[in-house]
């Protein structure tokens, strides 16, 4: 049996694509989410996004007070970023709990990112347009 982590709070880090969360959790009696100073529902302006932040708190029904702070990408990569790295705080506070977040996929580190133009190319794999006469 794993036993819990008593520290006043735990920190970790989230990525997808360009997007970097730093990610630090405390007990509550109420979930709650910052984002870069802002109210979660104030920072991503789709509501799918915020519950894509949530997803991890949901599944395991923890209730814990959130703060953000999330560099590069753009909005959706963002809140990937920040339920990647819940995911890691909910395990690093009970491994237990590993086993139904990896199924859902949570933990999964999305390594897709933009990829490089090449030289003599328009893009990263765009030819210049060819002209036969």
């Known amino acids: 049996m794993a036993t819990a ?6 920190e970790t880090v989230g990525r997808r694509k360009e997007a970097s969360a730093r990610v630090r ?12 100073g802002r109210e979660a529902s104030a920072y991503f302006p789709l ?4 519950k894509t932040a949530f997803a ?10 959130v703060s953000v702070v999330v560099k590069g990408g ?3 990569a963002q809140a990937t970023a920040v339920q990647h790295g819940i995911s890691r ?3 690093e506070i009970n491994p237990s709990q590993r086993k139904d977040l990896k199924v859902k996929g949570y933990l999964k580190r999305d390594p897709r ?3 490089r133009k090449k030289f003599g190319l328009k893009g990263a794999r765009r030819a210049p347009q060819w002209s036969k006469r």
């Open 5 to 10: 982590k008593t520290a006043p709070y735990t």
């Open 56 to 65: 991890p708190l949901q599944l395991l029904g923890a209730t814990y007070s």
């Open 47 to 50: 509501e799918t996004m915020v």
């Open 25 to 36: 959790m405390t007990p509550a009696k109420n979930s709650s989410m910052t984002v870069n």
């Open 89 to 91: 705080a909910l395990i």
């Open 113 to 115: 990112a933009k990829e």
């Open 74 to 76: 753009g909005l959706k």
